[in-house]
């Protein structure tokens, strides 16, 4: 029975870098996620501000931003330094690592969200022998391509 069960396993190989569209398609991914989180935040700040909009000038609205940015800051943190992944990057089977070991830092964490310059520096990916971004290079990371060894049936 568990060599039956072993048979059926999967298991994730580490590949080459992860390409340009794949990155982009997991950002895709993880924007729709963020944009899921800041509808939860946002409707409970209208609460909070009993139905009214919190927009530019009203007494909560730096509060909000802040709780945005960090909103973002946190999914993106927690993640990275707890599987190297996010869920844009689990579908598109990308992985984060150091590249002198297998965890990322928080340390790292923090300097590859803060160097991230809204995703433009993803673009050198297409120019890097290594296929690294700016935020890569910062903070001494890399995004590896998974993939999936399925046993013969």
């Not at 530019?56 to 940015?69: D, F, R, W």
């Not at 903070?139 to 049936?153: E, F, G, H, M, V």
């Amino acid at each position: 029975m568990t060599q039956q069960a072993d048979q059926n396993t999967t298991n994730n190989i580490e590949g080459g870098p992860a390409g340009f569209f794949r990155i982009l398609a997991a950002i895709g991914y993880d924007a729709v996620v963020m944009l899921a989180i800041y509808l939860i935040i946002g409707f409970v700040f209208v609460l909070f501000s009993r139905g009214d909009a919190v927009l530019s000038g009203h007494p909560l609205y730096p509060v909000l931003q802040s709780t945005l940015l960090f909103s973002l800051f946190g999914y993106l943190t927690y993640s990275w330094t707890r599987s190297g992944q996010t869920i844009g990057m689990l579908a598109w089977k990308i992985k984060l690592t150091s590249t002198h070991t297998e965890q990322v830092s928080l340390w790292q964490a923090l300097l590859r969200f803060f160097s991230a310059c809204l995703g433009l520096g993803n673009v050198w990916v297409l120019i890097d022998r290594d296929m690294r971004s700016w935020h890569d290079i910062f903070s001494d990371t890399r995004l590896i391509c998974l993939y999936t060894n399925r046993p013969a049936k």
